[in-house]
């Protein structure tokens, strides 16, 4: 025997333990069906060719009509923090405006904040007694660039309370032509820290803003909780400019072990950029779309050169892309699949002089969906198809083994790159124990029919005669 062999195994054998500890907390934690309680839309079409079985769905032009939907159903209260609401002639958005009075004269409570330095010309439709307030417009201070909506956050039912926030603004450019995403979120105490923080720029809970108590930008405290638990599924919210949110997305990226996707309307700040050149320069694949509006910047310079081909630009002098979205190991469900979206661009001032949200999603499906829309926005701007899960020609990228379908039911197959000698392939569960054993020879690939296991996470570690490759896989 070699005398490598033991210490290969032991290391093998300490890595299975340090998995073990974390089974129950990835078996219960990452779910490969919908969450019921969290809904993702976008406004452009996706590429349900990659999903994992839950397709993303493209809303077109309706987000409108969606967010009309919300409010027409609100019973309460609704608290809406959005940077504009820009109307122009017989463009449909004045839709928002009537919906918003019909539920104040059903005695729903209205509360919107706007940025002061940008045009919310939709408000002159809203009921006079309808209660508004501006961000401040001092040098000293940024945008208020959030966009987000809180319904009905005082119901007695948990079950009601609800969040939507994402990239979009309320306008028609926004709605029909710009790229962005919403996303929807049922849950009581994720609901009430957006109300929280509408309540420190508000000045209060009243329905009239309170001036003298209004606190916008570096004047708010920081936020006293930034994790939740929604229906089994962990999320962060953060927001900025006083809890530090580019570090969190900085956080995010150093956890990327496969791959790291991104679409971005400003991108000015080089330490993310330099996490995300730090990532694939590790094996990470990246795969990413800026905005003209930041092409010019220095990330740019940082990670073109890394990525190459798989960089883009989207480059329309009419309309944007607005998205700000990052989805970490979307082809890896075992492997923490996030992503963070919001209102929060990736710049100095959007972590330092902006009010602003990011909310990052650890959800294996929602992932999956934000992975289909970038695929499609990806090759909308010249780029290369996607690879999708469980594909047969598999693209290894930086690894050497391949584990596939991932999640799987019925059965699993294992390839390794380059086999040349006898390959020795074992499965086992989270203790390290081994349960299904093959040796082939003459082949790089084998399969093993898992029907019969228990639904949880497992391990395949190949023996390739001069190295040995191990990688986890998700039986459903």
């Given at each position: 025997m070699d005398k490598k062999t033991p210490t290969i195994i032991g290391v093998i054998k300490k890595t299975l333990l340090v998995f073990a500890t974390l089974y129950s907390i990835l078996s219960t934690q990452y779910s490969f069906a919908q969450n019921p309680k969290i809904k993702c839309y976008f406004n452009h079409p996706v590429n349900n060719a990659v999903s994992s079985g839950t397709?993303?769905?493209?809303?077109?032009?309706?987000?409108?009509?969606?967010?009309?939907a919300y409010i027409n159903r609100a019973t309460l209260s609704i608290d809406l923090c959005v940077y504009n609401y820009y109307l122009t002639s017989g463009d449909g958005m004045d839709a928002i405006a009537t919906?918003?009075?019909?539920?104040?004269t059903r005695g729903v409570v209205i509360r919107w904040i706007g940025n002061g330095s940008s045009s919310n010309n939709g408000w002159v439709n809203l009921n006079t007694n309808i209660k508004t307030l501006s961000s401040p417009t001092t040098a000293g201070y940024g945008i208020s660039h959030n966009k987000f909506v809180v319904f009905d956050v005082g119901s007695s039912n948990a079950s009601?309370?609800?969040?939507?926030?994402?990239s979009y603004n309320f306008s028609r450019q926004q709605n029909n032509f710009d790229y962005n995403n919403i996303v929807i979120i049922q849950d009581k105490p994720l609901a009430t820290?957006?109300?929280?923080?509408?309540?420190k720029m508000w000045g209060g809970t009243a329905a009239a803003p309170n001036l003298a108590n209004s606190k916008f930008g570096t004047f708010k405290t920081v936020s006293t909780t930034n994790t939740f638990t929604v229906n089994g599924t962990p999320i962060e919210v953060y927001f900025s400019p006083k809890d530090q949110t580019a570090s969190h997305l900085q956080n995010a990226i150093a956890t990327a072990n496969n791959e790291l996707f991104f679409g971005i309307y400003t991108f000015t700040d080089n330490t993310t950029a330099t996490a995300i050149k730090n990532k694939i320069n590790a094996g990470v694949v990246g795969m990413g779309i800026m905005d003209q509006f930041s092409n010019t910047y220095t990330p740019y310079s940082t990670?073109?050169?890394?990525?190459?081909t798989n960089l883009k630009v989207y480059s329309n002098g009419s309309y944007v892309y607005h998205n700000k979205m990052m989805v970490i190991d979307?082809?890896?469900p075992a492997s923490d699949p996030q992503v963070c979206t919001g209102s929060f661009n990736w710049s100095a001032s959007a972590d330092t002089k902006n009010d602003e949200n990011m909310i990052v999603i650890h959800d294996a499906t929602i992932a999956n969906e934000y992975y289909q829309s970038l695929c499609k926005n990806f090759t909308d701007v010249g780029g290369t198809a996607c690879a999708s899960?469980?594909?047969e020609n598999f693209d290894y990228g930086h690894q050497q083994i391949a584990v596939y379908p991932n999640p799987s039911k019925d059965f699993i197959n294992v390839k390794v790159k380059n086999c040349t000698d006898k390959l020795k392939v074992t499965l086992t569960n989270a203790l390290g124990e081994i349960l299904m054993e093959k040796n082939v020879e003459g082949n790089d690939e084998t399969s093993f029919d898992i029907s019969t296991l228990n639904a949880g996470l497992y391990f395949i570690t190949a023996f390739r005669g001069d190295k040995t490759f191990a990688e986890k896989f998700l039986k459903q």
């Open positions: 397709n993303a769905i493209n809303l077109n032009t309706a987000f409108v009509d969606t967010l009309i919906a918003i009075n019909a539920a104040y009601v309370p609800i969040v939507w926030t994402g820290a957006y109300y929280n923080e509408f309540n990670l073109n050169p890394v990525m190459t979307a082809l890896h899960i469980g594909v």
